[in-house]
């Protein structure tokens, strides 16, 4: 994680953190369009402060040495690997995602929703550890054993807030869950409809097929196939090195070509 703290800020881009946030330590930083980034380290996990069979049950408050007022906030700024880091080494792989984290108006609301609606079960109930006034929810794949790697979903409650997310850069268009297959996604589609949910036909994306539909504070999601993946029109083994097109604008691929910046 510090490797990645040095490379990025002899890179220009400012990084904040590590910060211990209890069941990670993170770094934030924002991409070119202004979309804050997080590395968070896989563990320690969610069982640092309650049993792992009883996970979001109690809502807890964080240890004040983990709030604003309470961490040495020049030790963190100091803290950077002591050698520059020109290459990403195979150890700093990223492993994929660790959670994604929105904005809701209504987090209880949020939560039956994600709970009901989409079988996420709760694995903590806190506040934001920047901010003491705001609730913080993680839901994850979680069967009162174990949480299912890559499948942390948080959101901090904004209650009460009338401010709707614009469309815009930096800003997260959608968020897709996965189906094994398209049986298991008619399933999902004929159960979110039973709930009065409102759900598009399937989509079919080439890659995989899609159903969207939004929560209740208006955040699009999506519930994706895992199939057939990116190996339907190039070879597994030079996957994106080639432009793309959906059959129905293959005739206009100069003048689309055309258009595009070339990749470095
Ligand atoms: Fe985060």
């Given amino acids: 994680q510090l490797q990645w703290k040095r490379r990025l800020t002899d890179a220009g881009v400012p990084v904040s953190g590590p910060l211990d946030r209890g069941y990670f330590k993170s770094i934030y930083f924002e991409d070119p369009d202004g979309q804050i980034l997080e590395i968070a380290t896989a563990g320690p996990g969610y069982a640092i402060d309650e049993p792992q069979d009883a996970l979001g049950q109690v809502l807890l408050v964080p240890p004040a040495k983990r709030m604003p007022t309470g961490r040495d906030e020049r030790a963190i700024a100091a803290a950077n690997h002591p050698e520059p880091v020109p290459t990403i080494t195979e150890g700093m792989r990223l492993q994929g995602i660790h959670h994604i984290s929105g904005i809701t108006d209504d987090l209880e609301r949020a939560s039956d ?30 069967d009162g054993a174990s949480v299912g790697p890559h499948s942390t979903y948080t959101l901090f409650g904004w209650e009460g807030s009338s401010a709707l997310a614009r469309p815009g850069a930096g800003q997260t268009h959608h968020i897709a869950f996965r189906a094994n297959d398209a049986e298991e996604q008619a399933t999902w589609r004929e159960h979110l409809l039973s709930m009065g949910v409102g759900v598009s036909d399937v989509m079919d994306r080439t890659y995989f097929q899609s159903i969207y539909f939004n929560a209740p504070d208006g955040q699009l999601l999506e519930i994706a196939t895992d199939g057939p993946g990116f190996a339907v029109d190039e070879a597994q083994q030079s996957l994106g090195s080639e432009l793309k097109l959906p059959v129905w604008l293959e005739s206009r691929r100069e003048e689309i070509q055309g258009a595009l910046s070339p990749l470095e």
Avoid: I
Avoid at 114 to 142: M, P
């Fill in 113 to 142: 929703f994600y709970t009901e609606a989409l079988g996420l079960s709760l694995v903590k109930r806190t506040y934001n550890q920047d901010d003491g006034n705001v609730k913080h929810y993680f839901w994850a794949n979680y």
